[in-house]
């Protein structure tokens, strides 16, 4: 028997709910996630609307949502947990990453390694 698959990011009922909406108002398709190369530390959160999924982009539902992490930052955000945070000085998403290793001071960068298999 085949253990199921985890999740390559989960998001919390906050982020879930932040999602639905932006994509109610939006009507574009879906939300895809990611990371590119930039930034002091190295490395940076991106989401942009797709209309579609690349084929290789790994299709995520959780709760009641269903976003793309894109196919090449994958091994980046696996375990990454999506959430979403209102203080009385901004609103934003805000991503948990276990492979994150170091963050710039402005907390717009990060440095990321690659997930590995567990032994």
């Keep these: 028997m085949t253990r199921p698959r985890p999740k390559a990011i989960t ?5 879930a709910e932040r999602v639905k909406a932006l ?7 879906y939300l895809r996630v990611g990371v590119k190369n930039g930034g ?13 999924p690349d084929p290789l982009d790994e ?11 894109d196919a ?14 209102v ?9 948990r990453n276990p492979n994150e290793t170091d963050a710039c001071g402005c907390g717009e960068s ?4 690659p997930a590995t298999s567990e032994a």
């Excluded at 930052?73 to 999506?82: A, I, K, R, T, W």
């Design 11 to 15: 998001l919390t009922p906050a982020a």
């Design 23 to 29: 994509m109610a108002r939006e009507d574009k398709g």
């Design 40 to 52: 002091c530390a190295g490395m940076e959160y991106v989401m942009s609307y797709v209309a579609e």
């Design 59 to 69: 299709r995520v539902e959780d709760q009641g949502v269903e976003i793309v992490v």
């Design 72 to 85: 090449s930052s994958l091994l980046f955000m696996l375990g990454c947990q999506l959430d979403y945070e």
């Design 87 to 95: 203080t009385p000085l901004h609103a934003k998403f805000v991503f």
């Design 110 to 113: 990060v440095t990321l390694v």
